[in-house]
C-alpha cells in the first residue's frame, strides 16, 4: 500500500538559515510526489511535485524538493528561509494507479521560522 | 487564490443532522475529490469524480455520499451528524483523472454539537 511519513512533527529555522523539511515513502511502482503548504485558516497550497525526470525539482516561493529513489525520500528545501514561510507542510503521493487521482498525505511538519 | 469555490465556510448543527457541502472545481477541470481534515485522522481522502462518474473511493462512511452534476460542480452529502464528524472538509479538482496536481478550495468547516 502507498504511504507517507513525516518523521518530524515541527521544524525550528531562523530567518535567513537553510530549512528541510523531510519525507519518506512507499510505493508500489513509479513515485508520484506532491509537496503542499497549508497556512492557518487556509487551503492547501501547491508547491511542487515529482512525476518523472530531473531528481532536483523547484517551485512555487523558491522552495525546492529532492527525489531520492535509493532512500524513498523526497525531502522539502530552501536555501535562505523566511518568517513567511511558518506554515504546516504537506508531502503527498498519488495512490496505486488504480486508485483515480487520491494523494494519501503525511501527517503534516508544522516550520517555524524565527527572526 | 486556488480557482476552487466552496459553500458554505463555516457549518454549525447537532447531532443526527444532514448538510450538503457544495464545491466548484476550477474552469475546466474535471475531477473533484473530497478530503476530511481532522486532528487525530490527519487529512483522509474520502472520494473523487472525474466528469460526473465516481473514479475512486477512499475511507468514506456509508452515511456520506457525494455526486457530481454535468455542470461539473459536486455536493458532498452528510447525514446522521456524529459529534466525531466534525472537521474541515476541502474540494480539490484537478485537469486529469491522475497525476496532474490538485489545487484546493478553502475548505468547510463543520462543526457538530
Known amino acids: 500500500a502507498q504511504s507517507v511519513a513525516q518523521p518530524e512533527d515541527q521544524v525550528n529555522v531562523a530567518e535567513g538559515n537553510p530549512l528541510t523539511v523531510k519525507c519518506t515513502y512507499s510505493?508500489?511502482?513509479?513515485?508520484?510526489l506532491f509537496w503542499y503548504v497549508q497556512y492557518p485558516n487556509r487551503g492547501l497550497q501547491f508547491l511542487l511535485k515529482y512525476i518523472t525526470g530531473d531528481n532536483l525539482v523547484k517551485g512555487s516561493y523558491g522552495f525546492e524538493a529532492e527525489f531520492n529513489k535509493s532512500q524513498t525520500s523526497f525531502h522539502l528545501k530552501k536555501p535562505s528561509a523566511l518568517v513567511s514561510d511558518s506554515a504546516l507542510y504537506f508531502c503527498a503521493v498519488r495512490g496505486a494507479y488504480n486508485q483515480g487521482g487520491k494523494l494519501i498525505f503525511g501527517q503534516g511538519t508544522e516550520l517555524s521560522v524565527k527572526p | 487564490d486556488s480557482g476552487v469555490t466552496q459553500t458554505p465556510k463555516h457549518l454549525i448543527t447537532a447531532t443526527g443532522q444532514r448538510v450538503t457541502l457544495r464545491c466548484s472545481p476550477r474552469?475546466?477541470?474535471?475531477?473533484v475529490y473530497w478530503y476530511q481534515q481532522s486532528l487525530d485522522q490527519g487529512l483522509q481522502f474520502l472520494i473523487q469524480?472525474?466528469?460526473?462518474?465516481?473514479?475512486a473511493k477512499g475511507n468514506i462512511l456509508e452515511r456520506f455520499s457525494a455526486q457530481q452534476f454535468p455542470d461539473l460542480h459536486s455536493e458532498l452529502n452528510l447525514s446522521s451528524l456524529e459529534l466525531g464528524d466534525s472537521a474541515l472538509y476541502f474540494c480539490?479538482?484537478?485537469?486529469?483523472?491522475?497525476?496532474?496536481?490538485?489545487?484546493f478550495g478553502p475548505g468547510t468547516r463543520l462543526t457538530v454539537l
Open positions: 480539490a479538482s484537478s485537469g486529469g483523472a491522475g497525476a496532474n496536481e490538485q489545487f
Open positions: 469524480y472525474y466528469n460526473g462518474e465516481e473514479r
Open positions: 474552469s475546466g477541470d474535471l475531477s
Open positions: 510505493v508500489s511502482g513509479n513515485p508520484y
